[in-house]
DNA sequence: CGCTTTGTTGAAAT
DNA sequence: TATTTCAACAAAGC
């Protein structure tokens, strides 16, 4: 499940390989075309046709592949997977896109589940309108938590699924970082005290930047490069997938339970709610 | 079969 | 009325 750390990720290891590469064409599998998110694989290939990749940026979970006058922007959704090496027979049904460079090299989109896109677009105003602040940025500041959310009614876990709010964060770093703050999922965003929203905001940073030192968690099926290397995280997750089993930090056992729809992970003896 | 995953959308509830 | 929650969706694997 690729989050921020997992695309930092993949931002990193495709940079060497994609910068300055220059596209010819791009393609769609003939019966599925929706990866090539509202324009045919013909009008992506003119929009594209002769255009250099000059740089290789990440916004929350986007990756962003600038050209000259314009953004090819990559969300990997859950199993999106970007490699050059040409795919095996059996993974060709899974490949929803793919680019060819001028070299006559390939760059292919592979998305098991489909939920993958890509989007031409002239500017990225689009994705700034929907994105809250890098967790990793200086905006990104205790203050910033609190006056964003302190008001608010919803539990805090949905607000820190918030896009919005924090880009980039998801499912395994929100369970994380409140698991290190010692906050419930469901406490309410107005019941945090100012000691709480300053231990939230270094929880978030800590995980987030420990995550991405160690390229990522692999827990299902999250893979990058051409070798099948996995992300080495999962060694320090401390409740996230780990039903069960005893808190790292305390006595208590690890429940699992749904909030926002979504499964989560807490300890809670040092995750009370109050 | 039912559950899981992300993020968007639109409806329903508070 | 505004905020917040929820179900549906897209798709396939286990």
């Known amino acids: 499940m690729p989050e921020l750390p997992e695309v930092e990720t993949v931002r990193r290891h495709l940079e060497p390989l994609l910068l300055g590469r220059r596209f010819v ?128 009614k919803q539990r805090i876990k949905s607000a820190l699924l918030d896009q919005s709010v924090v880009a980039g964060l998801g499912n395994i770093y929100v369970d994380e970082a409140l698991h290190l703050a010692g906050l419930h999922p469901e406490q309410s965003c107005s019941g945090i005290s100012r000691a709480k929203w300053l231990k939230l905001h270094s929880s978030i940073v800590v995980t987030i930047q420990a995550a991405i030192d160690l390229n990522g968690t692999t827990f299902q099926s999250f893979y990058f490069g051409e070798e099948e290397t996995s992300g080495e995280f999962v060694s320090q997750l401390n409740v996230f997938g780990r039903t069960g089993k005893p808190c790292k930090t305390c006595h208590g056992l690890v429940v699992k339970t749904k909030v926002a729809q979504r499964g989560t992970h807490y300890c809670p003896v040092c995750q009370p709610l109050r």
């Open 25 to 152: 064409s791009a393609h769609l599998p003939t019966d599925y075309q929706k990866a090539l998110s509202g324009i045919s694989a013909k009008e992506c290939t003119t929009l594209i046709y002769g255009k250099t990749i000059q740089s290789l940026t990440r916004r929350g979970k986007y990756l962003i592949l600038n050209l000259e006058d314009s953004h090819l922007t990559f969300h990997l959704r859950m199993t999106g997977r970007i490699f050059q090496t040409e795919p095996e027979e059996q993974e060709k049904k899974h490949i929803t896109a793919w680019f060819t460079l001028s070299d006559n090299s390939h760059i292919y989109f592979k998305d098991v589940r489909k939920f993958g896109r890509i989007l031409w677009s002239s500017d990225l105003k689009w994705l700034e309108e929907k994105l809250g602040v890098e967790p990793l940025s200086a905006e990104f500041t205790p203050e910033y938590l609190e006056a964003k959310l302190g008001e608010k």
